[in-house]
């Protein structure tokens, strides 16, 4: 099987992210054209439900299926991989099954009661088969992430958005005409059809390989997995803790938004609108290059963990600056952007640009946001996990009590929901350098963040003498992708300049090797 170095497994991994990232934009896009305001709203008030939901179903183990599987490949111990995954399996499924029945029985109360809106019911009952299918994804993702191969799973992300965005235009158009919420259903359809035909793909990678057969005494795999179990757990219900305050998190948003706006006195149908442009048109844009953190951060786990048994503290800082380093780079163009041209942006995207005032004070705190992913992961890589799960419950109790706080007050309303999500990110960063400089004396090099900070400053420059001079000229599409496009480029020089990439990391790339 093809294993990767850290920084191969990463481009690997942001290469397929950059490609779903762009498909996933024209599949919301659709959805957003199709459906409206409104639409998307009950369309985002169901995911996070299905979150919250998925991760009780997987109990953190991904990380650990991941770091068990790398050390066990390390002295060639094909049975207890095999150990593993079957382990992980059994859990999963059964977790899922029983998540699967619960998440049908309470979407009524979950519909009418919490979310305010009983529309949203027929969505939240349409997305509960992905469950299952995404439990034994995780566990096929582990897998090949501790093998170290990304190829399988960057695969098999195209191909769900491939699917996806093939379906979801005929199943939305399909029940369009029996209400916003069956079409919301519809979106939801897609996204299950583009899980299964993924996770068929990476079966049939898996199968192929034959390093593994499952069947073959799989009952009695479980019955003796106890130790397995421990193993996998010391490292899986730190991570769940972490996980399940997140999504406990974003389960809560839009019941505790819902609930503020109608203190407030917003209608339900307007509270609704609202919601839908926060997070299905803003959020999106923010959230654009976690696809590279995340990318970094799944690569870096397994490095950091090898780096730390082999107590090469000098690489694992190497490790962190080299992923704080990337993530900024990364994060710093599109906070530019953002507030620069956000009207433009969602106008093009979505034909409006009402929610621009969202986009412009959330962007330069949302810069934080794209170093904390690779943050999360080096914590969890050194067995930290725990102060990283108190470093996301301060955040989120932040986020709540300032929510609470501003959206039930009319002259904020939604508003106070983006200051809220601001203030919640700013802190949980912070406090993740906190610990690592606690735990191993970690800090960002000071030449370094004077580094950052130029590059957000000339950039910001540049970005500001094209925006002046887009606006003298004829508003359209194609000019305002040509002033993107000689933004882009100058911020690139930037980087180079500045050495935000080295040669070395250059040389890692196979199109550069020779050159």
Known sequence: MTKQTFLQGAIILIIAGMITRFMGFINRIVVARLMGEEGVGLYMMALPTLFLVMTLTQLGLPVAISKRVAEA?????????????????????????????LLAFGAPYLASTLLTDSRSMLPLIAITPIIPIAAVSAVIRGYFQGKQNMKPQSYA?????????????????????????????????SVILGELISLMYMLYVFKRKKTLKLRSRFFSYVKSGQTVLREL????????????????????????????????????????????????YVMPLLFLPT????????????????????????LIHYRIHQSIRISFASGAISTVVLSLFSVQLLTYMYGTGNASHYLVLMAPFFLLLYIQSPLQATLQALDLARPAM???LIGVVLKSVVLLALATNPNFGIMGAAIAISAGVVVVTLLHL??????????????????????LF???????????????????LMTFLLVLFVF?????????????????????????RKR
Request: glycine share 4%; hydrophobic share 55%; proline share 3%.
């Open 458 to 476: 000339l950039s910001w420059m540049v970005g500001s003498y094209l925006k002046n001079i887009l606006e003298t000229m004829d508003s359209n």
């Open 390 to 392: 108190w470093n996301s």
């Open 157 to 189: 992300q195209v191909i769900e958005q491939v699917v996806r965005i093939a379906c979801v235009a005929f199943f939305v158009n399909l029940l369009l005409p029996y209400g916003v919420e069956y079409a919301a259903a519809g979106a939801m359809f």
């Open 488 to 512: 882009i480029v100058v911020y690139l020089v930037l980087i180079f300049a500045l050495k935000f990439i080295t040669k070395e990391e250059l040389r890692q790339i196979p199109f550069f």
């Open 233 to 280: 757990f010391s490292i899986a219900l730190p991570s769940l803790g972490s996980r399940m305050i997140g999504s406990i998190s974003n389960f809560l948003d839009p019941i505790l938004v819902f609930q503020s706006l109608a203190m407030a006195g917003v209608s339900s149908s307007l509270a609704t609108k609202q919601y839908g442009e926060l997070t299905g």
């Open 434 to 455: 906190a610990v690592l400089y606690k735990a191993i004396g970690y800090a960002i090099p000071l030449l370094d963040a004077c580094k950052m900070i130029v590059l």
């Open 291 to 314: 696809f590279i953190t995340h990318s970094l951060s799944v690569a870096l786990v397994p490095s950091i963990a090898e780096a730390e048994a082999n107590q090469n503290r000098k």
């Open 73 to 101: 490949d390390a002295v060639n111990d094909q049975s207890k991989i095999k150990k593993i995954v079957i382990v992980s399996l059994a859990i999963t499924l059964l977790s899922s099954v029983l998540f699967t029945i």
